[in-house]
């Protein structure tokens, strides 16, 4: 299945990578292959991350990886990351519609 980002996931994505390329290469690069593999694991395995009871949106699933955290919804065609952030960030206030970026 697709996955697919969403607005504000893409542009939290790109803040996050440009954070890390100005103070660490290595850990922007590591944390571009962890995004990555991430997609494919999802991708694969839909329901990979758990429902999320604390997240405003029924169905949404948090997937985990190292210290960040994917929040995604399943749609019919394609998989929607609405939020990326950090674990130590409080859950996102998703937003009613998926807003994806191709």
Do not use: C
Request: aromatic share 6%; glycine share 4%; no cysteine.
């Amino acid at each position: 299945m697709r996955v697919v980002l969403s607005k504000s996931a893409a542009s939290w994505l790109r803040t996050e990578m440009h954070y890390l390329q100005q103070r660490n290469t290595a850990a922007a690069k590591h944390f571009a292959a962890r995004i990555a593999q991430a997609r494919l694991v999802i991708s694969a395995h839909p329901e990979a991350g758990p429902v999320a009871r604390s997240l405003p949106v029924p169905g949404a699933r948090t997937f985990v990886i190292g210290d960040y955290l994917l929040d995604y919804l399943i749609e019919a065609d394609r998989i929607v990351i609405v939020t990326i952030r950090h674990g130590r960030m409080r859950s996102a206030d998703l937003p009613l519609e998926a807003d994806p970026e191709d």
